[in-house]
């Protein structure tokens, strides 16, 4: 069946160091990749999200690729800050009539 | 503000207690969905509704039941609470309208803990 991996955490980094999460996906077709977060005590909100092979997602400094041929969407972010503690889903869904799979998530800490 | 809201954000309880967990949207979405969150197992999805009128089991369903009393409210109850169904529960909303459905809205999570 479809499912997602993404490397377990908990990753911890210091402040503006370099971030990658990395995401594979397993699943026939041509699913829409999702990366979502978690802050402490709240629920999930999508990050960025790409629908076809080549898209980039991006927002608030995070980037993904939809890499059809390696099937990844790893997540990256140049300069971390504190408040981006936080857990990571990367996530995907082939059409509006499935459901969204999600991946396990990873934990990411960030010190000052 | 527009926002999908859960009720009661804690609760501990008995096992064999049934419970009701609440969920209500202002969004005006179509599509409601159930998930629990366990540490290390990411989302798992146990009912979802894509209209008043249809419900669907997930992944996970049994020991749950739901309730879509109108297009805004969408309740998870547990018959016969177990401690093995301790864990963070997640409503969340999506609509066709929106890039077909694809993006879910989260509520801020029901911790129930069942003793």
């Known amino acids: 069946g479809d499912s997602v991996t993404q490397m377990e955490g908990p990753v911890t980094l210091s402040e503006e160091a370099f971030l990658t999460i990395n995401c594979t996906y397993t699943?026939?077709?041509?699913?829409?990749l999702f990366w979502y977060v978690q802050y402490p005590g709240e629920g999930l909100q999508l990050l960025l999200k790409?629908?076809?092979?080549?898209d980039k997602g991006s927002n608030k400094g995070f980037e993904a690729t939809y890499r059809k041929e390696t099937t990844s969407f790893h997540l990256e972010k140049g300069s971390v800050q504190v408040s981006d503690s936080a857990v990571y889903f990367c996530?995907?869904?082939?059409?509006?009539?499935?459901?969204?799979?999600f991946g396990p998530g990873t934990s990411l800490s960030v010190i000052p | 503000d527009a926002d999908v809201t859960q009720t009661p954000r804690n609760r501990i309880t008995k096992t064999g207690k049934r419970i009701m967990l609440e969920c209500s949207q202002t969004?005006?979405?179509?599509?409601m969905y159930w998930y629990r969150q366990d540490p290390g197992l990411g989302l798992r999805l146990i009912y979802y509704?894509?209209?008043?009128?249809?419900?669907n089991k997930g992944e996970i369903s049994d020991g749950y039941s739901v309730s879509r009393q109108a297009q805004a409210k969408f309740s998870l109850s547990l018959e016969s609470a177990i401690p093995n169904q301790t864990a963070l529960y997640f409503c969340?909303?999506?609509?066709?309208?929106?890039?077909?459905?694809?993006?879910?809205?989260f509520g801020p999570g029901t911790r129930l803990t069942v003793l």
């Open positions: 969340a909303t999506s609509d066709f309208r929106l890039a077909g459905g694809q993006e879910q809205f």
């Open positions: 699943a026939t077709g041509y699913p829409s």
């Open positions: 790409a629908t076809k092979a080549d």
């Open positions: 996530a995907l869904i082939k059409t509006s009539y499935d459901k969204v799979i």
């Open positions: 969004k005006g979405h179509d599509r």
């Open positions: 509704s894509f209209d008043v009128k249809d419900i």
